[in-house]
């Protein structure tokens, strides 16, 4: 059984700081792409940053040059650091990793979710 377990969720001051982590655990075999999704009350999930096995990485718009997403592969850990937050990125944010699990050696990957910590950014 695999598991998304995140971490760092808080709450901070306009222009202030938050490290968000996720490790995987269970019977991996390799795992590709990891993300960070976030959701606001009353909207949708979107994506906010991905990083793919190789290190390639993609941002959503709002947060280029104030968000970094990063990975130990070591650890099957993905973090998000964020920088000069504001209100709007207040949401639940959620850790997405796709996944090559023992459970599902024949399929391949699947994606798994971790189970979201909260993030609020007060003005």
């Known amino acids: 059984q695999v598991q998304l377990v995140e971490s760092g969720g808080g709450l901070v001051q306009a222009g202030g700081s938050l490290r968000l982590s996720c490790a995987a655990s269970?019977?991996?075999?390799?795992?590709?792409?990891m993300g960070w999704y976030r959701q606001a009350p009353g909207k949708q999930r979107e994506l906010v940053a991905v990083?793919?096995?190789?290190?390639?990485?993609n941002y959503e718009d709002s947060v280029k040059g104030r968000f970094t997403i990063s990975r130990d592969n070591a650890k099957n850990t993905v973090y998000l650091q964020m920088n000069s937050l504001k209100p709007e990125d207040t949401a639940v944010y959620y850790c997405?990793?796709?996944?090559?699990?023992?459970?599902?050696?024949?399929?391949?990957?699947?994606?798994?979710w971790g189970q979201g910590t909260q993030v609020t950014v007060s003005s």
């Open positions: 997405n990793a796709n996944i090559w699990a023992m459970s599902s050696w024949a399929t391949g990957a699947t994606d798994y």
């Open positions: 990083i793919r096995s190789g290190g390639n990485t």
């Open positions: 269970g019977s991996i075999i390799s795992i590709n792409a």
